[in-house]
C-alpha cells in the first residue's frame, strides 16, 4: 500500500496538483483582468512596467521599505519562511531526485547541513508568524479559519518533511504524509492566501505605477 501511494503522489497526483495550480490561477488572473477592464479602466492606463518594477524590487529588498523597518522582527521571519519555502523544494537532495526523474527539472542540491538549518529556521518563523496570526488582536481580527487551517498545514508540511529526513520512528509514512501535504498545498495555491505568489507582481505594480507615474511619489 506505501509503495502504491507514493508512486501516486510522486507521479499522477503531483501531476494534477500541478495542473490544478496552472488552471486554476490561469481562470483567476483572467477573471482578474477581466474585472479591472471593467471598474477600474484606469488600471491599465496608467500602468507602468518602469515604476511597477521599481516597486516590486524595492519591496523584495529586506528592511527597503518603510514597513518593514517599522518591524524589524516580523521582517526577519519572513524572510527566513520564504528563503526556505522558496528554496526546499527545489534545492533539498530529495526533491531534487524526484524533480530529476519526473523529468521536469536538473537542479544542483544543497548539502544536508544547509538545507537541515534552512528547514529548522524556516519551520521556528512560520511558528512565529502563526502565533502571531493567534496573539496579536490587529491580525486575529482579519484572519479566518481558512488562513488558520492553511498554516497548520504548512507546519504539517516541514514537521512531516523533518520527521523524514531524520528518519524517525514510521518515517516511510511520514513520507506519504508530506507528499500528500505538499501536493494539497500546490493545488491549493489559486484558492488561498497563498495565490500571492501570482498576484503580488500585479498588486505591487498597480501600486508602483499608481504612486511613481500618478503621485510622483515613492510606495516604500
Known amino acids: 500500500m506505501a509503495h502504491t501511494l507514493y508512486t501516486f503522489m510522486t507521479g499522477i497526483g503531483f501531476q494534477l496538483a500541478i495542473m490544478i495550480c496552472l488552471a486554476g490561477t490561469a481562470l483567476k488572473l483572467v477573471l482578474f483582468f477581466k474585472g479591472a477592464a471593467k471598474k477600474d479602466k484606469a488600471f491599465l492606463a496608467f500602468f507602468s512596467f518602469r515604476y511597477a518594477g521599481r516597486s516590486i524590487l524595492f519591496h523584495l529588498i529586506p528592511y527597503m521599505s518603510r514597513t518593514s523597518r517599522m518591524n524589524p522582527e516580523m521582517t526577519a521571519m519572513t524572510i527566513a519562511f520564504h528563503a526556505a519555502v522558496l528554496a526546499l523544494p527545489f534545492f533539498f537532495s530529495a526533491h531534487g531526485v524526484l524533480l530529476s526523474d519526473s523529468g521536469l527539472l536538473q537542479l544542483p542540491r544543497f548539502p544536508g547541513i ?101 503621485r510622483m511619489a515613492k510606495d516604500w
Open 114 to 214: 544547509v538545507s537541515d538549518i534552512l528547514a529548522v529556521t524556516g519551520l521556528v518563523a512560520l511558528l512565529f508568524l502563526m502565533g502571531r496570526r493567534l496573539f496579536l488582536r490587529t491580525v486575529r481580527f482579519i484572519s479566518s479559519p481558512g488562513d488558520h487551517l492553511l498554516l497548520v498545514s504548512i507546519v504539517v508540511l516541514f514537521l512531516s518533511g523533518i520527521w523524514a529526513h531524520f528518519q524517525m520512528p514510521q518515517f516511510l509514512w511520514a513520507s506519504l504524509f508530506h507528499m500528500t501535504a505538499g501536493n494539497l498545498l500546490i493545488a491549493s495555491i489559486p484558492f488561498t492566501r497563498l495565490s500571492h505568489i501570482f498576484y503580488m507582481p500585479l498588486t505591487r505594480g498597480y501600486a508602483g505605477s499608481e504612486f511613481g507615474g500618478v
